[in-house]
């Protein structure tokens, strides 16, 4: 179980800007998630958990880039026009074994290892051949088409930091050393509620009032996404004593509890005082849009997020600020997610003093000058909106106003549900 620091969860009901909140959320712990091995087959997507130095060098010996007829540069310098006798092959997986004079010429596949005392290799189809030998065309570089041993790792040099996320190239840069087995870090464990009394299950029956729960089907994806082994533990009826008693229960066999709904200030709104009963409180408030009210924390060893219930505001704020987190738990380096700047295609008023994430869409424009638009409502509960969007604008806690225009940080929901 991840250890959570306690020092900073200063129980307090002041809303905090977006800065803050996320420098808490990194404050906030202090451990990630222990360790297992696995085989490398089954390594993509996780993260490293140690440092790995190469064992060997790769390619292993120097080897030829084409099919063709390796020589001796030093020869070939002196007397290039030369017909030379062909007096072997070297194929990959099965190298020219005997000695070779430098006056002559092997005849070489792709990848093969090159015959000692012979460096360069001349192409297939540019060389004249008649009977067992062949004439090199003029103007061959020394080591021509040659791959030397190392080129790729040399042995000893430093090729992944513990904390690296392993992507299919990864894995295979892993795979060139021979390793087989490595040590990564255990995938972050989440227990999923959604908390309402109004929340059916897609395909229950309908009563009057009743809303089919979304959010824990987006949640779940994004945190499946995310890397992480998440366990739906369905709808909380909104009652303190339930919320309460599960968010504990929950929190004993997981790293990570993230509720959604219920975290405002309806009568009905249990969870922020059922986290206070079962666990503490760091924030509840952040002055942004979508989200304002999150609930950060921790019960026991597990850390806790109450995100809110509009379906909208849980999406942002799961990738937001649930991201950093899961990346805080699961022991990986995260690199800062892509972000580039594009005209807005709009205008439009904003309040200053907090961070708003606007539901947007990219395009190429037409002249290949990228243009920004935004969705026409602000709804939170209009999940319409990012089925249009394809990412998020940023504007910070000092904007006031975007111009038609004018340049905005566009966040790509690709980028962010990685
Ligand atoms: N007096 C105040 N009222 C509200 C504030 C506030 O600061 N003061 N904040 C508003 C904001 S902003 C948001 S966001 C919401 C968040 O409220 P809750 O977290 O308590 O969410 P609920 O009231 O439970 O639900 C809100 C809305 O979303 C629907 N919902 C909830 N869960 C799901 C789900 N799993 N799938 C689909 N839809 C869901 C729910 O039916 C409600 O319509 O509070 C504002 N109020
Ligand atoms: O975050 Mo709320 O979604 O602004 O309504």
Request: overall charge negative; hydrophobic content about 40%.
């Amino acid at each position: 179980m991840p250890r959570l620091a306690n020092d900073c969860f200063a129980n307090s009901d002041d809303m905090i800007s977006a800065q803050e909140a996320l420098g808490r959320i990194h404050n906030a712990v202090d451990q990630s998630v222990g360790i297992e091995n696995c085989l490398l087959a089954n390594c993509a997507n996780r993260v490293l958990a140690e440092t790995i130095y190469a064992p060997r060098n790769v390619p292993p010996a120097d080897n030829s880039a084409v099919d063709g007829y390796a020589f001796a540069y030093s020869d070939y310098e002196k007397k290039p026009h030369q017909f030379r006798t062909v007096v072997g092959r070297s194929a990959a997986g099965a190298p020219y074994q005997g000695e070779v004079s430098e006056t002559d010429t092997v005849k070489i596949l792709t990848g093969a290892v090159m015959p000692k005392s012979l460096d360069s290799v001349a192409m297939i189809e540019d060389v004249q051949i008649e009977n067992d030998k062949v004439r090199l065309p003029i103007g061959l570089k020394p080591g021509a088409n040659c791959r030397k041993a190392g080129e790729d790792i040399t042995k000893g040099n430093l090729l992944l930091e513990k904390g690296t996320l392993l992507r299919p190239q990864e894995v295979g840069y892993l795979a060139s050393i021979g390793l087989s087995e490595i040590s990564v870090f255990r995938p972050v464990t989440v227990a999923l509620f959604s908390t309402g009394d109004e929340l059916i299950n897609p395909g229950s029956l309908e009563f009057e009032g009743s809303i089919f729960d979304s959010n824990r089907m987006i949640l779940a994806a994004i945190l499946r996404g995310f890397g992480c082994q998440v366990t739906d533990l369905g709808i909380l009826k909104d009652e303190l004593e339930i919320v309460r008693s599960a968010l504990l229960k929950a929190s004993e066999t997981h790293d990570l509890v993230i509720t959604s709904g219920g975290v405002s200030m309806g009568d009905e709104d249990h969870v922020k005082n059922a986290l206070l009963k079962a666990g503490q409180l760091n924030f509840w408030r952040i002055a942004i849009k979508p989200g304002r009210p999150l609930a950060l924390g921790h019960i026991g060893d597990a850390a806790f997020v109450g995100l809110p219930g509009n379906p909208i505001a849980a999406m942002v704020c799961c990738l937001k600020f649930v991201r950093p987190l899961v990346a805080a738990l699961s022991g990986v380096t995260l690199a800062p997610a892509l972000s580039f700047q594009a005209h807005a295609a709009f205008s439009i008023q904003k309040k200053p003093g907090r961070t708003e994430w606007l539901r947007a869409r990219y395009t190429a424009g037409s002249q290949g000058i990228g243009e920004i638009e935004k969705f026409h409502t602000d709804g939170s509960g209009v999940l319409s909106s990012v089925i249009w969007a394809n990412g998020l604008i940023e504007l910070g806690d000092e904007v006031t106003k975007i111009d038609q225009g004018d340049l905005v940080t566009f966040l790509p929901f690709s980028e962010l549900m990685k």
